[in-house]
C-alpha cells in the first residue's frame, strides 16, 4: 500500500481580534497551506508551527491575550522551542513593554521596549518626517557572526528577500536598534527611516519576528512566507536561550533612508444604471458620459457610437480585475473608494464588501476602501456604528479604511467647541476617533474632497477669516497654472458627499481637525484637477502637508509621468494617486516608477513584482 504522503505540520494562526488577520489567512492559502485559528489555550498544544500577525495597539493585544486566558499559554509555546513567526504587534509583543496606550508588560522574552517615533527628522535636510512610517522600506541585514547568516536564510539570500527589494511597513511604534549583546544576540535586520535606526526583524532559536508586513509586500513579501512554511520544523525549532554572542555592533546611519514614494492606484467604484458594481472615472467627479459611448468591433475599431449611452455611467471595468492588474503592474496600494455610498448603509452595500473581499484573496500589497463608513441607520432602523462598518471591511480583507464627509462634519463639530470653548474638545465619539483606537491610527485614511473658491487677487485676506490660512495667490502659484488663474487668488473649500455640497470648513482646518481626531494618513483629492490631467494641485498638496505630521497621499490630475516626478520634486508628499491614466492605459504604472528612479526618487524596487 502506498505510504500515505508526509502529514504535514498543523500550522495555527492567532487572531487576537482586531488584526488584519484575513490578508495573512489569504497569503497563507495563496502559498497552498492550510491552517487553523487558535480557539482556545488547548490549541496551542496542538500546533506544529504558530503564526501571530497583526496591526494596532500594543495595549489592546496584551490586554485582549489576558482576557482570552491565552497570554500565559502562548507564552509556554514560545518557551518550548517550537517554530513562532510574529508579524508586526506579533513582534512587538515579545518585548517587555511599549510606549503605546496604558502601560502593560508584554510577554518579555527580550528585556527591551517598544517605544513611539518621537521627531523623526531627514538625516540631510533635518525636516520632519511623518509617522506613521507608512511605505515600502528596506530591512538590512544585520552585520553578524557567522552563526547568524544561516538564519537570515528565512529572509535574505537564495529565493528570499534580495538585499535592494523593499517590505511594506505601516507602524507609529518600533524598537529603537541601540548596540548591546541583547539586541546583537536577537536583531535579524534593521531598518533606517529618517534619522532612526530601528530592528526591523528579530531572530534567535524559534523565533523568527519582524516588523514589516510579508503579507502585504507583494511577491518578496510572500517569499518570505514561503520559506517560513516550506521550512523543516527541525530547521525552525531551537530555544531562545542559546547564549548570545556579547558582540556590539554599531550601525552606521545613512544619509538618506530607504522610505519610498508610493504610487496609488484607484478605483472609484458605484453601480451603474443597471446595477452592475463597475469602477468609473469622470472629470471633476461628474462620471456620466458626455457623448454618446464609442461602439468597437472586435478588434476594438470604433465602428460608431451608441447613442443610448449618453448620460450613462462610465464603465472603465470590473473593480477586482482592475485592482489585480494594477497590483501585478507594480501598484503599491490599491484604493477602493465606493462613491455613491452616502445613498445606502454600506453595510447594505454587500457588493462593495464582496470586491473587497475578492480583491485581498490575490492582491498581496495595502488595500484602502472608502465611503459610506460612518454611522448609518439602515431602512430597517437598525443602527450601524462607522466602527461597525469598518470592522466589516477589515474583516473582507480592508487594511485601511477611508472616511471622507463624516470627517468634515467630525470636523466642524470640533471648530465649534473650540470656538465655545466646550470640553472635553475631543469625545472619543467619532468614526476617526473610534476606528482609531481600535485598530490604530494608521488604519484610518481621511479622504478630502476640497474645491478652490476664487476670490479677487487684491482680496483683504482678513475678510475670509480662518480661511485665509488656505489662500493661494495665482502669481505665486505653482506647477501648471493657467493665465486666467494668474490673475486670481483662491482658497480651499471643503465638500461633502462627492462634492455635491460645500461646508465651511477649509483644507488647513480639516488637515488639523483630522490629525487631532487620531487619523493616521490623508487621501487629498481635488475636485478641480480630478480626471483634468493637468497635474498635481502643488499649492493644495503643499498647503496640507505643511499642516500635518500624517503622510499626505496627493491625489487627482495625474496626467503623464512627470507629473509624478513634479509631485514628488516640490512637495513632501509621501505618495502620488491616480486613477484615469490608469483605467485608460495612458501610463503603465511601471513607467512611473521607472521615470521616478531615473530622477533619483526612491520608488519601490521588486525583483518580481505579483506572486
Ligand atoms: O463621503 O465617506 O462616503 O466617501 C466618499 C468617497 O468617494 C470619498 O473618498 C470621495 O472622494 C469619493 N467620491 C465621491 N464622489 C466621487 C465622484 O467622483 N463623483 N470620487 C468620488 C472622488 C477621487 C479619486 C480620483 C482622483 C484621481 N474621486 O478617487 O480618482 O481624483 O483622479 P485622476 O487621477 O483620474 O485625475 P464618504
New binding site residues.
Given amino acids: 500500500m502506498a505510504s500515505s504522503p508526509p502529514s504535514r505540520p498543523r500550522l495555527f494562526i492567532l487572531d487576537y481580534g482586531a488584526g488584519n488577520v484575513r490578508s495573512l489567512a489569504n497569503s497563507v492559502k495563496a502559498l497552498g497551506y492550510e491552517f487553523e485559528w487558535i480557539k482556545d489555550a488547548s490549541d496551542f498544544d496542538k500546533a506544529d508551527k504558530l503564526l501571530f500577525p497583526g496591526v494596532g495597539a500594543f495595549n489592546q493585544a496584551i490586554t485582549s491575550l489576558h482576557t482570552s486566558s491565552l497570554f500565559y499559554p502562548l507564552k509556554k509555546y514560545l518557551e518550548s522551542g517550537r517554530p513562532y513567526f510574529g508579524i508586526c504587534i506579533g513582534m512587538q509583543v515579545l518585548f517587555a513593554g511599549s510606549d503605546e496606550g496604558a502601560p502593560v508588560p508584554g510577554l518579555s522574552l527580550i528585556d527591551a521596549r517598544v517605544e513611539l517615533f518621537k521627531d523623526v527628522k531627514d538625516v540631510k535636510t533635518g525636516s520632519k518626517k511623518a509617522v506613521p512610517h507608512m511605505g515600502w522600506n528596506e530591512a538590512t541585514p544585520f552585520p553578524s557572526t557567522s552563526s547568524k547568516a544561516k538564519e537570515q536564510q528565512l529572509i535574505h539570500g537564495n529565493g528570499g528577500v534580495d538585499q535592494e527589494e523593499d517590505l511594506y511597513f505601516v507602524h507609529s511604534y518600533a524598537v529603537p536598534y541601540t548596540p548591546s549583546p541583547l539586541l546583537s544576540s536577537w536583531t535579524n535586520t534593521t531598518t533606517q527611516y529618517g534619522d532612526k535606526t530601528f530592528v526591523s526583524s528579530i531572530r534567535r532559536g524559534n523565533i523568527l519576528a519582524c516588523q514589516f508586513h510579508p503579507e502585504k509586500s507583494g511577491a518578496a513579501g510572500l517569499r518570505v512566507l514561503k520559506r517560513w512554511l516550506d521550512a523543516p520544523i527541525e530547521e525552525l525549532s531551537g530555544s531562545m536561550d542559546e547564549e548570545a554572542k556579547e558582540e556590539i555592533v554599531e550601525i552606521k546611519l545613512k544619509e538618506v533612508d530607504g522610505l519610498t514614494k508610493r504610487i496609488v492606484a484607484?478605483?472609484?467604484v458605484?453601480t451603474n444604471d443597471s446595477g452592475d458594481l463597475v469602477v468609473?472615472?469622470?472629470?471633476q467627479?461628474?462620471?456620466r458620459e458626455k457623448a454618446p459611448a464609442p461602439v468597437t468591433d472586435a478588434s476594438s475599431t470604433v465602428t460608431g457610437t451608441n447613442p443610448a449611452s449618453g448620460g450613462d455611467v462610465i464603465n472603465l471595468g470590473k473593480p477586482v480585475d482592475l485592482a489585480r492588474r494594477y497590483y501585478e503592474s507594480g501598484a503599491d496600494e490599491i484604493?477602493f473608494?465606493?462613491?455613491?455610498?452616502?445613498r445606502s448603509s454600506?453595510l447594505l452595500d454587500q457588493p462593495m464588501l464582496a470586491v473587497v473581499s475578492a480583491a485581498a484573496e490575490t492582491i498581496f500589497v495595502p488595500l484602502t476602501v472608502?465611503?459610506?463608513?460612518?454611522d448609518t441607520v439602515d431602512p430597517d432602523g437598525t443602527k450601524r456604528s462607522a466602527l461597525e462598518v469598518a470592522g466589516a471591511y477589515f474583516r473582507s480583507g480592508a487594511d485601511k479604511v477611508?472616511?471622507?464627509?463624516?470627517?468634515?462634519f467630525a470636523v466642524e463639530a470640533l471648530l465649534a467647541r473650540q470656538a465655545s470653548n466646550t470640553t472635553p474638545l475631543l469625545t472619543g465619539l467619532t468614526g476617526i476617533e473610534t476606528i482609531s483606537a481600535a485598530y490604530g491610527a494608521q488604519a484610518v485614511v481621511v479622504?478630502?474632497?476640497p474645491k478652490r473658491v476664487y476670490v479677487p487677487l487684491d482680496i483683504d485676506p482678513s475678510t475670509l477669516g480662518p480661511h485665509a490660512a488656505s489662500l493661494i495667490l495665482g502669481p505665486n502659484a505653482k506647477g501648471n497654472v493657467t493665465e486666467e488663474e494668474r490673475t486670481k487668488a483662491w482658497w480651499y473649500q471643503c465638500t461633502?458627499?462627492?462634492?455635491?455640497d460645500v461646508r465651511d470648513v477649509d483644507v488647513v482646518q480639516l488637515a488639523k481637525g483630522v490629525e487631532m481626531l487620531g487619523a493616521g494618513e490623508i487621501?487629498l483629492?481635488?475636485?478641480d484637477?480630478?480626471?483634468?490631467?493637468r497635474g498635481f494641485d502643488l499649492d493644495l498638496v503643499e498647503l496640507v502637508k505643511g499642516s500635518v505630521g500624517i503622510p499626505v497621499v496627493a491625489?487627482?490630475?495625474?496626467?503623464k509621468v512627470e507629473d509624478f516626478g513634479e509631485l514628488f520634486g516640490e512637495t513632501e508628499a509621501e505618495a502620488g494617486?491616480?486613477?484615469?491614466?490608469?483605467?485608460r492605459k495612458e501610463v503603465p504604472i511601471q513607467d512611473v516608477k521607472s521615470f521616478l528612479l531615473e530622477q533619483k526618487v526612491p520608488a519601490r524596487r521588486a525583483k518580481d513584482v505579483a506572486h
Fill in positions: 484607484c478605483l472609484d458605484r468609473t472615472k469622470g472629470d467627479y461628474d462620471v484604493c473608494l465606493n462613491i455613491t455610498s452616502f454600506a472608502g465611503g459610506g463608513i460612518k477611508s472616511i471622507g464627509s463624516d470627517a468634515v479622504s478630502f474632497d461633502v458627499m462627492g462634492g455635491r487621501l483629492n481635488s475636485v484637477r480630478d480626471g483634468s490631467g491625489s487627482s490630475g495625474a496626467g494617486l491616480a486613477a484615469g491614466i490608469f483605467h
